[in-house]
C-alpha cells in the first residue's frame, strides 16, 4: 500500500511519499526559497574559464551560475543527434556530446544564452546550468535541441519496450524534436500519449516566444509547484490515496490529475482529521530521526552516517546483534539488512554524490555477492539514478547518487554556532591551556599590572580545581596577578584577556 501525504501552510509544502507504512521520501518547498531545478532562464556570459572549460552566467540568482562546455548544445552535436536511432536513455537525461570543444570557441564575454537549472545552488556553489534544455510532462520529456526517441532504461520488459517505441514513433513522426519515455508510461495507451505530445508542443510554442522578448536575468519558464511535481512524478496506479489537508489546493490536484491521469483523480481526498496529517504513520517522528547520524536496525546493529562536502559516508556496525550460530553469520545478516536500509536512508535523506558504505568484513564471496544485489535491488525504487560499484580491496562500497538538490538535514538544519559545524568542542583543559599562551603573549605585547580572564564557567572551574598551581607558577614567572571571572554567555571555547 503507498500513500502521497501533502501537508500547506502559507509559507511551506510538505510531500511525504509512504510504503507500507514507512516514509520513503520527503519532499519541501518554501515559499521564501522555492528550488530553480527544471526553470528556464535567459542569460548572460559573466566569465570564460578556460582552465575549467566552463562558463560563469548571470541568470538573476544571488550567485552566478555554472556551465560546463559539455552542457552547450552546438550545431555539430545536433547533426550528429539527428543521424542516431531510437536509444535506451535515463528520464531528463539529454544525449551528451562526445567532443568537446573549448569553451572560448563556444561563449564569450557578454554573450545571451537561454539556459536551464540542472542543479540547485548547494552550499557555496551557485547552480548548474545547461542549454541542452528538457520540458517534461507526466510520460514524457521534450528534448527540443535533439531528435532522438528513447525510452527510461528503468522500463525493463523489453516488449513494453517496442510497444512504447513503436507508438511514440507513428505519433511524433518527422518531428524536429527528441522525446524520452518515462518511467511513468509504462502500459500507457497511444492516446495518453498523444495528448502528451500537444501538450509538451503547446508549452514549447510558448516558451519560444517567451525567448524572443524575455531580457538579461529573467525567468522564461518555471516549474510546476511543489503538489503537481508530485502528482506528476510520484502519481501512478500503485498509489492507492492521496490525502491533502488544504481544500485549495486539493481541488488545483483534482483538477490536474484530472485532465492528465481521469482514473486516478478520486483517490485525491481532503484531509480533516483531528490529528495533524503528517502525524499518520509517524511521518514527523521520521524526519526527526532522519537528522541523527545513528540509525538503529532491528536486529540491534546500526549505521552511522556522515555527510560531508565532499562525499557521505555509510559505516554499519552489529551493535547488540550477537547472532545464533557464527560471527560470519552475523556479519551477513546484519549487512543484508544494512543494505536495505541504506538505500531507503538515501532516499529519505535526499543524499547525493558520492557514497561510500563501510560494511563489516565478510570472508565470503558469495556474501558480499548477495549484499550488494540487495542493496542494488531496494535502489530500484529511488527515482534519482544510482550507480553501484563493486566492493573495493578494502571491502568499501563505492556508490552515486543524482543530487539536483540541498539534502533534508542541509535544508531544514544549519551549522552549529558553538561548534561552527565541526560536531565537536575543544575541551576545558584545551581552552585552559590557550588562555595561559594568550596570557604570555599579551603581556610581552602590552604594559599591564594585572590581567583580567573572562570565560566560560566550566572553563574557570578547570582553573580553579586542577590548574591553580600552574596560574600561580605562571603569576611569579610574568610578575603579574592574574583574575578569572566566569561568565555564562561564553561559550566554552570563547574567553577574552583584559589588561587592567
Known amino acids: 500500500m503507498s500513500e502521497i501525504l501533502i501537508n500547506v501552510t502559507p509559507r511551506e509544502t510538505r510531500v511525504a511519499l509512504v510504503e507500507n507504512g514507512m516514509l520513503q521520501e520527503v519532499q519541501i518547498e518554501r515559499a521564501a526559497r522555492r528550488g530553480y531545478v527544471g526553470n528556464i532562464y535567459k542569460g548572460r556570459v559573466q566569465r570564460v574559464m578556460p582552465g575549467m572549460q566552463a562558463a560563469f552566467v548571470d541568470i538573476g540568482l544571488e550567485r552566478a551560475a555554472f556551465l560546463h562546455a559539455s552542457d552547450i548544445v552546438r550545431a555539430a552535436h545536433v547533426a550528429a543527434i539527428h543521424a542516431s536511432a531510437i536509444v535506451d536513455s535515463d528520464e531528463a537525461s539529454p544525449p551528451q556530446p562526445q567532443v568537446v570543444p573549448a569553451i572560448n570557441e563556444l561563449l564569450h564575454i557578454g554573450q545571451q544564452v537561454v539556459v536551464q537549472v540542472v542543479k540547485d545552488p548547494i552550499g557555496s556553489k551557485g547552480a548548474r546550468l545547461t542549454t541542452q534544455l528538457s520540458i517534461p510532462s507526466r510520460f514524457l520529456v521534450l528534448l527540443p535541441h535533439a531528435r532522438v526517441l528513447g525510452v527510461s532504461s528503468r522500463i525493463e520488459d523489453e516488449v513494453e519496450r517496442t510497444r512504447l517505441k513503436t507508438i511514440m514513433a507513428e505519433i511524433v513522426g518527422d518531428a524536429q524534436a527528441g522525446y524520452i519515455v518515462r518511467t511513468n508510461a509504462e502500459g500507457c495507451d497511444a492516446a495518453s500519449l498523444a495528448d502528451d ?273 600552574a596560574v600561580v607558577e605562571l603569576e611569579e614567572f610574568l610578575g603579574k596577578s592574574i583574575r578569572f571571572q566566569p561568565d555564562e554567555q561564553c561559550q566554552q571555547e570563547q574567553y577574552d584577556v583584559v589588561l587592567l
Open 197 to 469: 505530445v500537444a501538450y509538451l508542443r503547446r508549452a514549447w510554442e510558448m516558451i519560444g516566444a517567451s525567448m524572443q522578448r524575455a531580457a538579461v536575468g529573467e525567468r522564461i519558464y518555471e516549474d510546476l509547484p511543489l503538489p503537481l511535481r508530485a502528482m506528476r512524478d510520484l502519481m501512478h496506479d500503485a498509489i492507492e490515496k492521496v490525502r491533502v489537508d488544504s481544500r485549495e489546493t486539493m481541488l488545483r490536484l483534482q483538477e490536474f490529475v484530472g485532465q492528465f491521469m481521469p482514473t486516478l483523480v478520486e483517490r485525491i481526498e481532503l484531509y480533516i482529521g483531528e490529528r495533524p496529517v503528517f502525524d499518520l504513520y509517524g511521518v514527523e517522528d521520521e524526519i526527526q530521526r532522519a537528522l541523527q547520524k545513528n540509525v538503529p536496525l532491528k536486529s540491534g546493529g546500526y549505521l552511522v552516517i556522515d555527510q560531508t562536502e565532499a562525499m557521505t559516508t555509510v559505516d554499519v556496525n552489529t551493535g547488540s546483534f550477537l547472532g545464533q550460530r557464527n560471527l560470519e553469520e552475523t556479519v551477513y545478516r546484519t549487512n543484508l539488512e544494512a543494505a536495505q536500509s541504506v538505500a531507503r536512508q538515501l532516499r529519505l535523506r535526499n543524499l547525493g554524490g558520492i557514497i561510500i558504505i563501510d560494511f563489516i568484513d565478510m570472508t565470503d564471496v558469495e556474501h558480499r555477492r548477495q549484499v550488494l544485489r540487495t542493496l542494488e535491488k531496494a535502489l530500484t525504487g529511488d527515482h534519482s539514478r544510482t550507480s553501484v560499484h563493486e566492493f573495493s580491496p578494502l571491502g568499501l562500497v563505492e556508490m552515486t547518487r543524482k543530487r539536483t538538490t540541498e539534502s533534508l538535514e542541509r535544508q531544514l538544519c544549519e551549522p552549529c554556532p558553538t561548534c561552527s559545524g565541526r560536531g565537536s568542542l575543544r575541551t576545558a583543559e584545551t581552552v585552559v591551556y590557550e588562555i595561559f599562551r594568550e596570557i604570555t603573549r599579551a603581556v610581552r605585547q602590552f604594559d599591564a599590572s594585572q590581567l583580567l580572564v573572562i570565560a566560560a564557567p566550566k572553563v574557570v572551574a578547570r582553573v580553579m580545581e586542577e590548574e591553580s598551581a
